[in-house]
């Protein structure tokens, strides 16, 4: 397994550009049949949507492919997931592509916890229309973010596999060509906070790699070499060189005009460390929401000092504030974990996001224990779509310590949202009792979907 594993070069350009590309082993004649049989389902019966791998079970052989499995455990660990969404973008012969966008977006934080997974079962070059990606976007939540440096295509021979942060800007790129493009997307989740390296990592020092100035600005070293340690686990803690600049010049620049600029102060903040705490709490209770997304990400890098301060604050009278607040708190993750009892406390909030927020966040504070498991047990049966997600993924994330959860994730397993009931099943698998098989074996028996059943052939 080890030599299939991502290289320390390979982590450093994931973390800067935000994408990562591999080819799986399998032969140019599996490619060919993946997408002859594409090509036939989505003729005969429209793109099968969520139901892609049954529909097509040997684009399993992809997911387990020993390069793809090996960048998956690099970027999210050992225990990732592929999660319920996936979907086979189909870009016709003479197409005008895709407008730049985000999946993701908006979500206050910078850590791998999501990726967007592209497999292309045919030669893909520019001609015929690739992915196109904007490197270095995924820190961004702006419309800056779409040109912050020049779009580059994923181009590959069959069988190329690009790993992609959730909230990187891309597109699909206008097909010139007189054939069809297909291109397999799944979306992959950590549900394990990082401990140690999970890639073959020979060195812990973050080291600048060759920047181009037009691509990747030298000022965003310190955002680069945080992610760089977040990667590597709790025992390479953020080091702490005092900025050239004072610490309100660096706080005024939060607000920006530039998103760039806002970027760079936050992670010379961070620097500060506790000095920095107050300035920064007061930009969550009164900044504008682009200030206050860029002291979270600031609070993040200041580390296991921001925790007290962010705790007191999931009690105030104002929603942004407690909201902000469970956010921060759940991308700090098991560094905030003794702030676990106060984010239990507010699941009874009245805003949903507050909800929502504090429920992830027990998903990446609680993971080695099952104190927030009643909580969020109870949280299963929320009328928020988005909280009931939340909780059930918080649960699966939490995994065997979450045995007591068995009984209300059985209750969900039919629920109105898909999502709910995908990642449910996750959960039982991850929870592994045997109370959590059964029922885990009874639903699968009930709901077991045949790709071989068709209009056409129904029995």
């Known amino acids: 397994m080890a030599e299939h594993l991502l290289t320390d070069a390979q982590m450093r350009d994931f973390i800067v550009n935000g994408y990562v590309t591999v080819t799986t082993a399998l032969p140019a004649q599996f490619h060919d049949a993946i997408y002859e049989k594409t090509v036939a389902v989505f003729d005969k019966e429209g793109n099968p949507g969520n139901n892609l791998v049954p529909r097509i079970p040997a684009i399993q052989k992809v997911l387990d492919d020993a390069n793809v499995k090996g960048a998956l455990t690099s970027l999210l660990g050992p225990d990732y997931y592929m999660q319920p969404h996936r979907h086979p ?35 893909t070059p520019v001609a015929l229309g690739p992915t196109g990606v904007v490197p270095m976007s995924h820190y961004y939540s702006t419309r800056e973010g779409a040109h912050i440096s020049p779009e580059q295509p994923i181009c590959g021979k069959a069988g190329t596999v690009a790993f992609a942060n959730y909230d990187l800007w891309h597109r699909a790129m206008p097909n010139q060509s007189d054939k069809k493009r297909y291109m397999m997307k799944f979306l992959y989740a950590r549900m394990s906070e990082p401990q140690a390296p999970t890639w ?26 945080h992610l760089w340690q977040w990667h590597l686990g709790p025992e390479n803690g953020n080091s702490h060189a005092r900025p050239s600049a ?44 682009l200030m206050r997304r860029n002291a979270c990400y600031a609070l993040n890098a200041v ?18 504030v407690r909201d902000n607040a469970a956010e921060a708190l759940g991308d700090l993750g098991t560094k ?6 106060a984010l239990v406390d507010i699941l009874a909030d009245d805003s949903a996001s507050v909800r929502a927020h504090a429920i992830e966040a027990l998903g990446t504070t609680s993971q080695g ?5 009643p909580g969020l047990t109870k949280a299963l049966s929320d009328d928020n779509d988005g909280v009931r997600r939340n909780a059930v993924f918080a649960i699966a994330r939490i995994g065997e310590h979450a045995a007591d959860a068995v009984e209300g994730l059985q209750n969900v397993l039919f629920d109105a949202n898909r999502y709910v009931r995908g990642d449910a099943v996750h ?17 699968l028996e009930t709901t077991r979907w045949c790709p071989l059943t068709t209009r056409n052939s129904s029995f």
């Open 89 to 123: 973008h189909y870009n016709p012969p003479s197409s005008k592509g895709q407008g730049m966008h985000q999946d993701g977006g908006k979500r206050w934080s910078h850590h791998t916890r999501r990726l967007l997974v592209f497999y292309y079962p045919q030669d």
């Open 369 to 373: 224990h099952s104190d927030a498991v």
């Open 427 to 443: 959960a039982l698998y991850r929870i592994g009792t045997p109370a959590a098989k059964s029922v885990l074996l009874r639903y």
């Open 336 to 341: 905030a974990e003794s702030a676990v009892p």
């Open 303 to 320: 580390g296991t000092p921001a925790v007290d301060v962010l705790r007191d604050a999931l009690t105030d009278s104002r929603e942004h």
């Open 246 to 289: 004072s610490l309100s010049t660096l706080i005024a620049a939060l607000d920006g005009d530039a998103e760039s600029t806002g970027l760079q102060a936050a992670y010379a903040l961070g620097n500060f460390g506790e000095e920095a705490l107050p300035a920064l709490m007061g930009c969550l209770h009164n900044g504008s929401e």
């Open 200 to 225: 073959a990592n020979q060195e812990t020092e973050w080291a600048n790699i060759p920047i181009d100035e037009v691509c990747n600005p030298v000022e965003h070293q310190e955002m680069f070499k």
